[in-house]
């Protein structure tokens, strides 16, 4: 199942979700005090969650607020005061939400690694160093997530000395953080998580979206590429032929939204042999019949 939303998309029941989200609390409440900020013993994500009494009949405000504070735009904002009024505090100022962001990103990726939900396309990875230094057992990370990130290998180049990525590296950040953002939208846990359908829903994301009244810009899925890594590195543990979704990803034809959806049987009445089909086909411009080709 592909998450195409702006929300999240569970696969459990509501008490699994519960039971499952306050153990995570109770994991990432036991490990930040040890590992963020140079283990200090004291951080707000303590004092914030870990005496929260949470209720079945919370636990989708609770977690979509969560979700709604950790993505970018105007409405984050709004949803991070809005997550406090729910835990019982005074909004802290923009520097305690900044601190507390990587356990609550930790929390949702967490939440996909076991398999209790999907989360939006928008959802960006946790960054912080601690969460990528933890145990397999501790990770909030998937196989599949790991797998992707290990795409990035160049340290942030120091733009004030000229400093830029080659363009291997970009070409890598690119699938890296595409392909992240894929993976935690579709519940890819394992290799043997991924199907062809859910590739191909990919295929024809939007690159532009509206969010806060205006329009956010996404970046293309490099399909072929995202392709080509999952084969290099999962092999036979994929269970569908990369070839064949290669290849109709490859020669897709997608109708336009504007478009008429007869538009085959135009082009065959306009013209008098198959030869003639395929040269009007090829010939003619991508809104003419409201034809795209990939």
């Not at 109770?26 to 209720?55: C, E, N, W």
């Not at 196989?143 to 180049?157: G, H, M, N, Q, Y």
Request: with cysteine; aromatic share 10%; charged share 25%.
């Amino acid at each position: 199942m592909t998450n195409r939303s702006n929300k999240l998309i569970y696969l459990k029941d509501q008490e699994f979700v519960l039971k499952s989200t306050k153990d995570l609390i109770q994991k990432t409440t036991d490990l930040v005090p040890q590992l963020f900020a140079g283990g200090r013993k004291k951080h707000p994500f303590l004092a914030y969650i870990s005496g929260m009494i949470l209720r079945s009949s919370d636990i989708d405000i609770f977690l979509s607020l969560i979700l709604g504070a950790c993505l970018s735009g105007k409405a984050a904002d709004s949803n991070a005061r809005k997550l406090f009024e729910f835990l019982g505090y005074k909004f802290p100022g923009q520097n305690a939400i900044n601190s507390l962001l990587p356990a609550l990103k930790y929390l949702l990726a967490g939440l996909h690694k076991a398999r209790i939900l999907t989360l939006p396309y928008e959802f960006s990875r946790p960054l912080s160093t601690w969460i990528g230094e933890l145990k397999d057992s501790d990770s909030c990370y998937s196989e599949v997530i790991l797998a992707f990130r290990s795409l990035d290998t160049e340290k942030w180049p120091d733009p004030s000395k000229g400093g830029s990525y080659s363009a291997e590296e970009k070409t890598n950040r690119r699938l890296f953080t595409t392909a992240t953002k894929v993976a935690f939208a579709s519940g890819w846990v394992a290799p043997e998580d991924i199907t062809a359908a859910d590739i191909l829903a990919w295929r024809d994301i939007k690159v532009v979206e509206s969010r806060d009244g205006g329009t956010h810009q996404t970046t293309p899925i490099p399909m072929n590429d995202l392709l080509d890594f999952l084969q290099s590195t999962f092999g036979e543990r994929l269970r569908f032929n990369v070839s064949k979704v290669r290849l109709e990803i490859n020669t897709t034809i997608r109708v336009a939204p504007h478009s008429v959806v007869e538009y085959l049987p135009r082009i065959f009445e306009d013209t008098t042999s198959p030869l003639a089909v395929i040269d009007e086909l090829l010939a003619s411009p991508p809104t003419r019949y409201g034809v795209v080709f990939k």
